[in-house]
Nanobody, 114 residues
Framework: QMQLVESGGGSAQPGGSLRLSCLMT??????MAWYRQAPGKGRELVAS????????FYADSVKGRFTISREDAKNLVYLQMNNLKPKDTAVYCC?????????WGQGAQVTVSS
C-alpha cells in the first residue's frame, strides 16, 4: 500500500525559502501534486506535475515563487518555495493529482513569520 512521507517543512521569515520533499514508498508513474491546508481553511491544490515531469498547474497565489519537480529514480516529488509569505503558512501534503487519492501522509508544517 502506497505511503506518502513529506519532509522539509519548518519555519521561515518572509522572503525566505524552503524545499519540501515527498517520498513515495512505491514506484508509480502518475501525475502528482502538492496540496496545502491553512488553519481553519479547506485543502487547496498548490501545484501539479505530469508523469513526464512537466509542471501542469500552479495556484495563482504561488506562481513565480514555487516550483514543482520530480525525481522518479528516487520516488521523490519536490516543492521549492521561494519568497515565502505569511499566507503560505499551512500543512503541505502530496498526493495524486487526479483519480483516487492515496492515504494522506502527515504532511509538512510550513510557518512563515517575522
Amino acid at each position: 500500500q502506497m505511503q506518502l512521507v513529506e519532509s522539509g517543512g519548518g519555519s521561515a521569515q518572509p522572503g525566505g525559502s524552503l524545499r519540501l520533499s515527498c517520498l513515495m514508498t512505491e514506484t508509480v508513474f502518475v501525475s502528482m501534486a502538492w496540496y496545502r491546508q491553512a488553519p481553519g481553511k479547506g485543502r487547496e491544490l498548490v501545484a501539479s506535475i505530469s508523469r513526464g515531469g512537466t509542471p501542469t498547474f500552479y495556484a495563482d497565489s504561488v506562481k513565480g515563487r514555487f516550483t514543482i519537480s520530480r525525481e522518479d529514480a528516487k520516488n521523490l516529488v519536490y516543492l521549492q518555495m521561494n519568497n515565502l509569505k505569511p499566507k503560505d503558512t499551512a500543512v503541505y501534503c502530496c498526493n495524486r493529482a487526479s483519480g483516487n487519492m492515496w492515504t494522506w501522509g502527515q504532511g509538512a508544517q510550513v510557518t512563515v513569520s517575522s
